[in-house]
């Protein structure tokens, strides 16, 4: 059985075949976005970009851009054709094929939101995440992985939720109104769920194959706007660009 990412790889190259961008010598530059480049000035300061766990990977391609979560970053330049053809097998190497896909589909018009929210409008997103998953999935149960502060926050409030995240500072403490418990975790708590809620950045560390195919998932952010597309995954990302 073909894995989740070697489908996706495949699906990407034949979607830039198919319009003559993956032949072409298209530079494709990623650098690490500082975190007021990433999402501007919060006026909270728990954003995990903002404690120096994660840093956003930009591409761009004849002004299209493309961005990527990920906690392994750095500078690449190549072209799509070489992107596409190498293994995924670091979080720095899916970070650059998932930012490079982003832009490469944003400028083929395919997608928009690959560029992540500033200033305020985490907040103003979070509470039409809310208002989404009441309209769409009603009274669920929620497990969200990822620790995404303003997202705990709002739902908190409206639904029973769990949330796992990697981040051992994190694991065991109380915050923004859950209990923030720890990847060991996951089976129970899929189990349990009727909803789950998956940052985006899954897809450049590894774990999304563990929260695709059992429940209802709802993806969140710029990361994973390309993957979405080609996968028919639904995502939510209200305020991005």
């Known amino acids: 059985m073909m894995n989740i990412y070697e489908e996706l790889r495949q699906r990407a ?3 830039l075949a198919a319009h003559r961008l993956i032949g072409e010598k298209v530079s494709v530059k990623a650098r690490a976005l500082s975190p007021t480049e990433a999402i501007g000035n919060p006026e909270a300061d728990d954003f995990p970009i903002q404690k120096g766990k994660e840093r956003l990977m930009q591409a761009d391609i004849r002004g ?9 970053f750095g500078d ?3 072209t799509l054709g070489k992107i596409m053809a190498a293994e995924l097998n670091s979080n720095y190497r899916r970070a650059i094929f998932v930012a490079a896909l982003n832009a490469a589909l944003r400028h083929l018009k395919l997608i928009d939101g ?11 997103c979070a509470e039409a995440l809310a208002d989404h998953i009441q309209n ?3 009274n669920v149960k929620i497990v969200q992985i990822g620790f995404q502060p303003r997202m705990i926050e709002s739902l908190s409030s409206r639904f029973t939720m769990r949330v796992l995240d990697m981040d051992r500072d994190n694991i065991g403490s109380r915050k923004c109104g859950a209990v923030i418990e720890s990847p060991e975790a996951a089976e ?5 769920a009727d909803l789950l809620l998956v940052t985006g950045t ?3 560390n590894g774990t999304l194959p563990a929260f695709v195919g059992s429940k209802p998932v709802l993806f969140y952010g710029t990361t994973i706007a390309g993957a979405a597309h080609l996968m028919g995954w639904e995502r939510f990302c209200s305020k991005s660009t």
């Not at 690959?114 to 305020?120: A, G, I, K, L, W």
């Not at 129970?188 to 349990?192: E, F, I, K, S, Y």
């Open 13 to 15: 190259a034949t979607a």
């Open 64 to 72: 299209s851009l493309g961005q990527a979560f990920t906690d392994h």
């Open 76 to 78: 690449y330049e190549g």
């Open 114 to 124: 690959t560029v992540h929210c500033r200033d305020e409008e985490p907040i103003q």
């Open 136 to 138: 769409r999935h009603g």
């Open 188 to 192: 129970t708590a899929v189990a349990w």
């Open 202 to 204: 899954t897809l450049v």
